[in-house]
């Protein structure tokens, strides 16, 4: 229960950091959750407040310990270390500044009437606003409208399709190089108009009762995210194969094609951990069952599969198959599980297996029975589960042809969720459907088998999602329009709390080409989830489908992603902890950099890459815009100054990769999948540009246990490089946890400009923690 909504005196002189300035109808109540985050609400009087489905819990009970109030008549100011909130007493109009001044929002108006609420501000010259969810077109959202409904976007969207699968309604601002963020906690339907109506105006708008918004003061990107993360939760640690390369394809028909693919991985060396079942292993559609004829073991098919080293994962649907003689339809229906018409009856509408029903995950009671369902999956051996269609979304695809359902067609409004007692309109809960099937989909895995991590994919999320979930975008087209949409769609994905997400490599609508899916490939390779997917009808696509060249680039571009697993294994923890997303935008690192701002052709990869793959056709050259600092290629070890633009020729098997001066970036030796026991040792590779020039970097490794960070069975190294006269030393020091060593052995290898001379100092470091030391002289 939200007490602090429950106005008592207006602008009470309490202790608490709760204030209260009543309207006519309304109350305005400020509520600073901690120094750096402050909640404002809106609420009608007399009204309780609304639900969330995205906060956490505990987040009511927070308070700030640290701020000062003046007022007068007129004026109503609070400051803590972080910000400053004034506001103007016989208006409400009120403004935010961080703690330098900079403005979070100034002029803010808060206005309410039936049906609609809206916050209007004004927006300063230059700010940029980035997040927002998935989007297509540019990461910067200022000049557009954009819409907060999970929508199955129309097949082939383009940068002019507004509603995504992922719904997030968080705006990240960065304005004179500082970066806040605006979490509007609304799960109705809402829009945000950024400056496109009016350039210097911000309007969110809300078909919501009431308007909550939490202000995260910033004022770094890594500040935003780990404020906006403390309120909507973190992504929990993910098992180890899924930073791994994954295939799925909708049309692998039978075990037997599911083996011939695992056979071919191994057989030409591609590295891959995980194998996808779609809709193909169900028995007519129906979720939960197997097809007899094309699937008759499946716990012998994953037993098989696993020996080899690949995860099995299977998809599941909300839309179940309106059946009397399906138990799982029959059962639900008993029990009056699913989601009701406005009168009351069992909503039937279309999905795959036709005229389907679909489970409501607003009740606990229909989640619980929802993840019982998945016991015989997880006995079976299935390692997660791939949810979908839950924006939620009918189709008419298999329907007889009279029936027509629009792409993209949802429930409607007036359908009724949640206890027969407490019901709740599909209105009021659309946006939280897929999060919700995320929480009893993870909760099942959870009760099943408690000794390993879940995996959950989902297509639909709003905020919070990450707390169940990592998140795919949906039904990508092959073509090169959705290559490059593809990194600025995962960046916001990204700045908006999911910190792994992936397209479909290759692209899922239409045929790939050879060339494209090479592209993808390597691409994805440096995404936070690498999967390859495809429609039934189109091409084959796995890494091998267009021969020589084509498979021997797939493979090296899939051999840097498991070099790289250590690395890729500290940044997914790091998300797990602090929201930093692994793939980050390149003003991260650069805030004030015009040119790092307005990219969307490249990303950071955690804060040591800088990824820049080839995003045309016949490409012979790629321009790179490289931020401050000294940019290492990966591969040639070439050292380029920024800021700046280079040019670099390109070929098919060109990655452009660079890597930070200052990094120390751990690599492995290539395994063929996540479980495979490393030969070889693993290298930090220490990047030093010039003299009197340092690094730091922590690693995490751990047994993939659910609860590693509690049991202790981790292990995390400071790892420090300096550049001291003609010496550089490079420390690993164990930080806490114990481990048994994964690799046989820790080499140290430094890289700096070619006009020096490198010499180790003494004996290789056999094993961490270690202290190396090398000469270094022109
Ligand atoms: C949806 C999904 C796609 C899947 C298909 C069949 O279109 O987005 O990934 O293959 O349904 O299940």
């Not at 138990?327 to 297996?353: N, S």
């Not at 910190?499 to 440096?526: H, I, K, Y």
């Amino acid at each position: 229960m939200r007490n602090d909504f429950l106005p008592t005196d207006p602008v009470a002189a309490v202790d608490e950091p709760v204030w209260h300035f009543p309207g006519q109808q309304d109350f305005v109540t400020f509520t600073l959750l901690a120094d750096d985050i402050l909640r404002i609400a809106l609420t009608p009087r007399g009204a309780p407040p609304h639900r969330t489905w995205s906060v956490e819990p505990d987040c009511d009970a927070r308070r700030a310990s640290s701020f000062i109030v003046e007022q007068d008549e007129t004026r109503f100011t609070v400051r803590t270390p972080a910000l400053t909130l004034t506001l103007e007493v016989q208006t409400r109009v009120f403004s935010i500044a961080q703690a330098d001044g900079t403005p979070i929002c100034e002029q803010v108006r808060l206005r309410s009437a039936p049906g609609e609420q809206c916050w209007e501000m004004a927006l300063s010259e230059g700010a940029r606003i980035l997040g927002g969810g998935e989007r297509t077109g540019g990461l910067n959202r200022r000049g557009r409208k954009l819409t907060f409904w999970t929508r199955d976007a129309l097949p082939h969207f383009d940068e002019h399709t507004d509603e995504m699968y992922q719904s997030v309604p968080f705006l990240v601002q960065v304005a004179r190089g500082r970066v806040s963020g605006l979490f509007f906690d609304s799960n109705w339907h809402a829009t945000a108009d950024i400056g496109r109506q009016q350039p210097g105006l911000l309007t969110y708008s809300t078909t919501g009762p009431d308007l909550v918004i939490y202000v995260c003061a910033g004022p770094t990107f890594a500040d935003v995210l780990r404020q906006y993360t403390s309120i909507t939760g973190h992504m929990p640690p993910q098992p180890r194969w899924a930073l791994g390369y994954q295939q799925s394809r909708w049309g692998y028909t039978s075990a037997d094609e599911v083996r011939e693919v695992a056979a071919s991985f191994r057989e030409l060396s591609i590295p891959c951990d995980a194998i996808y079942l779609d809709l193909d292993y169900m028995e007519g559609l129906r979720d939960f069952t197997w097809s007899q004829e094309r699937f008759p073991d499946p716990a012998r098919l994953i037993e098989d599969l696993r020996a080899q080293g690949f995860r099995v994962v299977t998809i599941i649907d909300p839309g179940l198959k309106v059946d009397p003689d399906y138990r799982v339809y029959q059962e639900g229906k008993e029990r009056g599980y699913f989601i009701r018409a406005a009168d009351g009856a069992t909503f039937e509408g279309w999905a795959w297996p036709g005229k389907s029903v679909w489970a409501d995950f607003a009740r606990a009671d229909v989640q619980e029975w929802w993840g019982e369902q998945h016991r015989a999956l997880v006995e079976a051996g299935v390692a997660g589960i791939w949810i979908d269609m839950n924006e939620p979304t009918q189709t008419g695809m298999f329907a007889p042809p009279e029936i027509h359902i629009p792409h993209g067609l949802s429930l409607p409004l007036d359908t009724l969720h949640g206890p027969l007692n407490e019901p709740l309109t599909h209105a009021e809960f659309h946006n939280a459907y897929g999060l919700e099937m995320a929480r009893a989909t993870r909760a099942s895995l959870e009760r099943f088998r408690p000794d390993e991590r879940p995996f959950v994919l989902t297509r639909a999320t709003n905020a919070g999602s990450q707390r169940y979930t990592i998140a795919w975008n949906g039904d990508t087209t092959s073509s090169w329009e959705h290559l490059r949409m593809a990194i600025p769609m995962n960046l916001g994905v990204g700045l908006s709390g999911m910190p792994m997400s992936g397209c479909d490599l290759g692209g899922f609508w239409n045929d790939t080409t050879p060339e494209l899916l090479v592209r993808f490939t390597q691409l994805g390779a440096f995404l936070p989830f690498c999967r390859n997917h495809s429609a039934i009808g189109t091409l084959r696509q796995e890494p091998w489908s267009f021969g020589e060249p084509y498979t021997g680039l797939c493979r090296a571009a899939i051999e840097w992603r498991y070099r790289l697993l250590p690395y890729l294994a500290s940044l997914a923890h790091e998300a797990s902890t602090t929201g930093a997303p692994m793939m980050r935008p390149l003003c991260w690192l650069a805030p004030d950099d015009p040119a790092a701002l307005d990219c969307d052709d490249a990303f950071l990869l955690g804060n040591d890459l800088l990824v820049a793959p080839v995003l045309e056709e016949v490409a012979s050259e790629r321009h790179v815009s490289l931020p401050p600092g000294e940019w290492f290629d990966l591969t040639s070890n070439a050292v380029y100054t920024g800021p700046g633009r280079i040019t670099l020729p390109v070929q098919l098997e060109t990655v452009p990769v660079f890597v930070r001066a200052g990094a120390i970036l751990p690599l492995a030796e290539v395994v063929q999948h996540t479980d495979m026991p490393s030969a070889e040792p693993l290298t930090l590779h220490v990047y030093l540009a010039q003299p009197d020039q340092s690094g730091t970097t922590v690693l995490w490794d751990d047994d993939d246990h659910p609860q590693a960070a509690a049991r202790g069975t981790f292990a995390t190294y400071r790892v420090t490089a300096a550049w001291e006269g003609d010496t550089v030393t490079v420390r690993a020091e164990q930080l806490d946890g114990y481990l048994a060593p994964r690799y046989p052995a820790v080499r140290v290898a430094l890289h700096v400009p070619p006009a020096w001379q490198v010499e180790l100092i003494g004996e290789p470091p056999e094993a961490l923690p270690l202290t190396a030391s090398f000469c270094v002289r022109k």
